[in-house]
């Protein structure tokens, strides 16, 4: 396996809350990776082989390592799910998703393997059918030792373009990081024993250098935001970040906008004729003005880095 490995993933994939272990999300990366190379991706039903010596190469551990972290992956990805929310088409409602990640996995000991399949509706959240979707460098995870660091640079990447995410509710990030309930609920053991191990990793491990800014209702906190930007021994083209200056990436965020002023911005006429496409017309979005303005705010919120044609404050005076 090379160093040029890909992991591309529909941003619904990528802001879903799902708990999962190192083994059990490396198995995932790996089994993206190896459907694409066989070009099954298309195939929903296709059994992909995920071998023992790859996860070894790839993640610089034991052999035996490699055939434990496989044995331990097939039980949890089986149990496994990850939920995610958006706008039912025929409703025009908000629709909570659970989704599982497979629907048949086998672990074949002596040949040091396993072979899954993904269920129908993982596969088109693993392909680059739409605009939305976040992609990067396998090796840029490859060292992480923490399954909120994975987590986290995900996260991140989906705002790669801008450099910074969105405020992201206390309780959105736990749910997105896959913290269980019971665990951590003193914020400063959350902060020290997730946040801080993640990106003092994710700074030590990976190609971005990154922060946090926490923010208060009152003297209780109650959301957070990332900052990172590249470093620079390690600055490369990236398949998915567009080709803007950096310097200008902050002209597309929605930073300081309120969901009145994000209205105002979906109802631009301007805004309607540079982002009508990205709608199918049988959807709640494409049927009513209601249902459009309703999801161009959700979807300026969770990235807006795929509005790129103008700044996006522009259209409040366009």
């Given at each position: ?217 009152g003297r209780v906190i109650s959301g957070f935001t990332f900052k990172f930007k590249v470093k620079k021994n390690k600055i490369k083209t990236s398949i998915e970040a567009d080709k803007r200056d950096i ?32 709608v199918s017309p049988t959807s709640a979005a494409g049927q009513s003005d209601s249902g459009w303005e309703f999801e161009m705010i959700n979807r300026l919120k969770k990235d807006a880095s795929q509005f ?11």
């Amino acid at each position: 396996m090379n160093d040029k490995l890909l992991i591309t993933k529909d941003n619904r994939l990528i802001s879903a809350s799902y708990s999962l272990g190192i083994p059990e999300q490396r198995l995932i990366f790996l089994a993206i990776i190896e459907a694409r190379e066989q070009k099954q991706l298309i195939d929903a039903r296709g059994v992909l082989q995920i071998k023992a010596k790859s996860y070894q190469e790839q993640f610089k551990v034991e052999k035996h390592t490699s055939y434990d972290a496989l044995k331990s992956a097939t039980s949890g990805l089986f149990d496994a799910h990850f939920e995610y929310e958006d706008i039912h088409e025929q409703t025009g409602k908000l629709a909570r998703h659970v989704i599982r990640w497979v629907q048949k996995i086998t672990y074949i000991d002596a040949a040091g393997m396993v072979e899954l399949q993904f269920t129908d509706a993982v596969i088109p959240l693993i392909t680059r059918l739409s605009e939305q979707y976040t992609e990067y460098e396998l090796k840029q995870v490859s060292e992480l030792q923490s399954e909120y660091s994975i987590r986290l640079y995900e996260l991140m990447m989906q705002w790669k373009a801008v450099g910074k995410t969105n405020r992201i509710s206390v309780d959105d990030l736990r749910r997105k990081l896959g913290v269980e309930p019971e665990q951590y609920k003193k914020m400063n053991n959350f902060k020290a024993r997730v946040l801080d191990h993640a990106v003092n990793q994710i700074n030590k491990h990976t190609d971005i250098q990154a922060e946090y800014e926490q923010h208060k209702d009152g003297r209780v906190i109650s959301g957070f935001t990332f900052k990172f930007k590249v470093k620079k021994n390690k600055i490369k083209t990236s398949i998915e970040a567009d080709k803007r200056d950096i310097d200008t990436a902050d002209m597309f965020t929605i930073e300081g906008l309120n969901d009145k002023q994000l209205g105002r911005i979906a109802r631009n006429p301007q805004f309607i004729t540079d982002y009508n496409h990205i709608v199918s017309p049988t959807s709640a979005a494409g049927q009513s003005d209601s249902g459009w303005e309703f999801e161009m705010i959700n979807r300026l919120k969770k990235d807006a880095s795929q509005f790129k044609k103008r700044p996006i404050k522009e259209y409040l005076v366009y």
